[in-house]
């Protein structure tokens, strides 16, 4: 079973350049996470989607970041414009909601961002 | 912000001996996770330990946790050198068991 795919691995841009980073869940899980890790830190989360609704978004930095998750699968985070401060990894991860609300998060291998 | 602070921030130790990790949190938890992170592989979760338990095991992983000290710790007994990694504990709290907030890490080397 593949596990979460998210592209592109690495990604270097200008500051001021918009991003997109991708997502694709595992198969089947209705929930979805973005989490944005700095160097020598633990993940942070960013944004998490149950099915195709932002049921938590209030770590996201608005002003600059944006996510979708059409259809309730894929998902795409993006940055309009970069900063240099928005250097970092950028996870996603999947679980799949049960009725007593604990479920382990699969994440994916990350988009290494680095901004010039 | 972080939630856990885990102790050793590295260690670095001999295939074959134990490795012990600690986390520590600030407020009330509905569970803790330990998660193990290295370059190739991206984030792993390891081991998930409820608020009402004390102790569990899995494989080479025993974790306890310490409700009345907020604390938490993860033993790897026999280490390999593929267990270099970074370790991070998360912890759950409030009305969502999905949010998750992580510790820094401690980052361990098995030497072969």
């Known amino acids: 079973e593949a596990g979460v795919v998210q592209s592109p691995r690495y990604k270097i841009i200008e500051k001021k350049q918009p991003v997109a980073f991708w997502c694709n869940p595992i198969s089947g899980h209705n929930t979805l996470y973005w989490y944005l890790q700095n160097l020598g830190q633990g993940p942070e989360l960013l944004i998490r989607?149950?099915?195709?609704?932002?049921?938590?978004d209030s770590q996201l930095p608005k002003d600059r970041f944006s996510a979708e998750r059409l259809k309730g699968v894929d998902s795409t985070l993006k940055i309009q414009p970069a900063e240099l401060g928005d250097s970092a990894v950028y996870l996603c991860a999947s679980s799949l909601a049960t009725s007593r609300g604990l479920s382990e998060q699969f994440f994916g291998p990350g988009t290494r961002l680095t901004v010039l | 912000s972080q939630q856990g602070e885990e102790d050793p921030q590295a260690l670095s130790i001999q295939e074959g001996e134990n490795a012990t990790m600690n986390c520590s949190y600030k407020t009330s938890i509905n569970n803790l996770q330990w998660y193990r992170q290295n370059s190739g592989r991206g984030l792993v979760h390891l081991i998930l330990?409820?608020?009402?338990?004390r102790e569990k095991h899995s494989g080479r992983l025993r974790v306890t946790l310490d409700t009345s000290k907020k604390s938490s710790s993860l033993l790897i007994t026999a280490s390999r050198a593929a267990d270099t990694a970074s370790y991070f504990c998360?912890?759950?709290?409030?009305?969502?068991?999905?949010?998750?907030?992580f510790g820094k890490g401690t980052l361990l080397t098995v030497n072969p």
């Open positions: 330990i409820r608020s009402n338990e």
């Open positions: 998360a912890t759950s709290r409030g009305g969502s068991n999905y949010k998750l907030t």
């Open positions: 989607y149950e099915n195709e609704e932002a049921v938590d």
